[in-house]
């Protein structure tokens, strides 16, 4: 029998309906509805989270959302009493997390599924500015990072091995976006940054205002480790980084994703498999997910890998 065009279209529209129907009676490996812990809107974290939110929707089809947080601390407290399913964290306080310690009074039931790439630290002052060390900080008006942060964290290690104690500064505690308005508008000297580069929030300030970074040397690198385990490395600000024509020395701490120790192996691995197959779509918008690798994705010290992430590594192949 002859089939028309019509035919052809109403039988490829029921296979379609068929198999839709199909995929909605098998059970989804995810929550039906779940959130990210993000960071501040500015910042990589909250893009980066964005992006995976969008892809978890369109994969799973669940309602996810990506919550605005002060940071790794916080993010790490919002994955451990279960307000998110994942979210992201410096390794220096997820290190902390597991192990009761700094700003987490008891071990926080939670467990890393990536290693994503290194964050840089970033000192930043005016162009016009006097201060050409971390040491002119004493006595200066400096945002240490959003309480709840990583990057309060850092800042407060840093200033104490660069022999500037955290009490002797003027201490706004501003999340990135109130730190770059502070900057603009002269009500703060300095502020600190954590973040992978480029971070959205300081491409657009360097961009409209006269800004610089401040060196952190192999001196104070070696103090913070000596004191806080090693995690952190001696790094540069490339040429060309926020459209400097000059690097600078820094330092870096890698990051993780995080999930609860009671996410489902099934989980683990549905989550593993999207950030990874939707990587390069990703990193389009986040450079930073440029630098996800399968390979380091794996190190996660001193924190453990999740045993569904273990699984997933064990079997993916690149």
């Known amino acids: 029998m002859r089939q028309t065009r019509r035919s052809i279209a109403a039988r490829a529209l029921a296979i379609v309906a068929v198999i839709a129907t199909l995929a ?3 059970p989804s490996p995810v929550p039906d509805r779940f959130a ?29 959302t990506v919550d605005e947080t002060n940071g790794s601390v916080d993010n790490l407290q919002r994955v451990g ?24 009074p008891e071990p926080l039931p939670v467990a890393a599924i990536a290693r994503l790439y290194d964050e840089y630290v970033h000192v930043v002052v005016r162009s016009d500015s ?53 900057l603009r508008a002269g009500d703060i000297e300095a502020f600190f940054w954590v973040g992978g580069l480029p971070t959205p929030g300081l491409t657009e300030l360097f961009a409209d205002t006269p800004s610089r970074l401040l060196s952190i040397e192999s001196a104070t690198v070696e103090r913070v480790n000596a004191e806080h385990g090693g995690v952190y490395r001696l790094a540069e600000f490339p040429i060309g980084a926020y ?14 994703l995080m999930v609860a120790d009671s996410t489902s192996d099934d989980e683990v691995v549905a989550l593993l498999t999207s950030l990874f197959d939707s990587r390069s779509r990703i990193a389009a918008d986040v450079p930073a997910a440029a630098l996800l690798d399968r390979r380091q994705a794996i190190f996660t010290d001193p924190v453990s890998l999740h045993p569904g992430a273990v699984a997933y590594y064990r079997d993916a192949r690149d």
């Open 36 to 64: 990210i812990a993000g960071g501040g809107v500015t910042g990589v974290y909250y893009s980066f989270g964005a992006e995976l939110a969008e892809e978890y929707s369109a994969r799973f089809g669940a309602a996810v």
């Open 130 to 182: 006097d201060v050409a060390r971390l040491a002119d900080l004493e006595g200066r008006a400096v945002s240490l990072g959003a309480p709840g942060s990583g990057v309060n964290l850092v800042a407060r290690r840093v200033l104490d091995a660069a022999g500037v104690s955290p009490a002797n500064v003027t201490d706004e505690e501003l999340g990135l976006a109130e730190s770059i308005a502070a």
């Open 24 to 26: 909605g009676c098998a």
């Open 243 to 256: 459209g400097r024509a000059e690097a600078t020395a820094t330092m870096t701490v890698p990051n993780y």
């Open 81 to 104: 009493d279960g307000r998110a399913l994942l979210g992201f964290a410096q390794s220096d306080a997820a290190a902390d997390a597991v192990a009761g310690a700094g700003a987490f």
